[in-house]
């Protein structure tokens, strides 16, 4: 019979397709995986993946199971958080997903209040693109995320909860850094600089570079906001930053020149996202409400939604 560790590695391998990466997001050895993998086929006498020299890849019917053991894994962790909850209440430990260009800005802020209301409550906090934390949170490796708007699952609970300004950034002999507040007109022919593809906030520069006129610069992607940071102080170009960074990293220690854009519409949309049937709804709507209360009070670049 087929088990649920067979299933999990079988989610892991649809996700990384690549065995030696599913054998070491599951913390076993490459061949273990790859044996089961074999034993889960047997079992279900079908054929699951289709092994070649440079590439793994699932068939269709692999494909299709793999989505629904990942349902599956989440129902059953979903079950044990409901024990867990039925004996402790909210205490236990709440696996949260954030990307790197937010986690590291916002929860320095929310953390010690959460710990106030909750001192039993422990947090395990997983960086990653949204998403990869949005695949996280569905096969219940996660129970929580946050994470730039939209996020588009059905099986999602989601609340936004703030706004979050992006600022232009450029070194201070760009010819921008006199102005004290940007046109659109002003970005026409620009050079600017993103982040890596697969982050929300690479998506949103390259549409802004198209509706201003502006030149993306592909070849020069940065891995992290700081990389972006420091290609801008060198000249490369100017880029779109988002105001919890700049409040964190930048505030006004000169080395860059930050300038807000006329522009209704340059924000990005944060959100709280958990699984509808997550047995923990309530608390995640609590600390939904926690983490707007905390912008209001303590961080003034941000525009609350929903209170």
Not at 219 to 246: H, K, Q, W
Request: glycine share 6%.
């Amino acid at each position: 019979m087929a088990t649920l560790r067979q299933f999990k590695y079988l989610v892991a391998l649809s996700e990384e397709l690549h065995f030696r990466r599913a054998a070491e997001r599951v913390h076993v050895t490459q061949p273990t995986l790859s044996a089961q993998i074999q034993e889960l086929e047997r079992q279900l006498k079908a054929p699951l993946v289709e092994r070649g020299a440079a590439q793994v890849m699932l068939t269709p019917l692999g494909r299709e199971i793999a989505e629904r053991a990942r349902r599956v894994l989440a129902d059953v962790q979903d079950i044990e958080d409901l024990a867990a909850s039925s004996q402790h209440g909210f205490q236990g430990t709440i696996r949260l997903g954030v990307p790197p260009t937010l986690g590291p800005y916002l929860l320095p802020h929310i953390v010690p209040d959460l710990h106030a209301d909750y001192p039993e409550l422990k947090l395990y906090v997983q960086e990653g693109k949204p998403a990869d934390l949005q695949l996280e949170l569905q096969s219940g490796r996660l129970d929580l995320v946050v994470s730039p708007l939209p996020i588009n699952h059905t099986d999602l609970e989601v609340e936004s909860i703030f706004r979050e300004t992006l600022l232009v950034a450029v070194a201070p002999d760009h010819a921008l850094a006199g102005k004290s507040r940007i046109e659109k007109a002003d970005l026409a022919g620009q050079s600017v600089l993103a982040i890596e593809r697969g982050h929300h906030l690479h998506d949103q520069v390259q549409q802004l570079c198209e509706d201003f006129n502006a030149l993306l610069l592909r070849d020069y992607e940065g891995t992290s906001l700081d990389t972006l940071r420091l290609m801008v102080g060198m000249g490369v170009g100017l880029a779109f930053l988002p105001a919890l960074y700049v409040r964190s990293e930048i505030g006004n220690r000169g080395e860059l020149v930050v300038m807000e854009l006329a522009a209704a519409n340059l924000y990005r949309q944060i959100g709280l996202a958990w699984r509808k049937r997550s047995v923990h709804g309530p608390l995640f709507k609590t600390i939904a409400d926690l983490i707007r209360s905390t912008a209001l009070n303590k961080l003034p670049e941000l525009n609350v939604i929903g209170r």
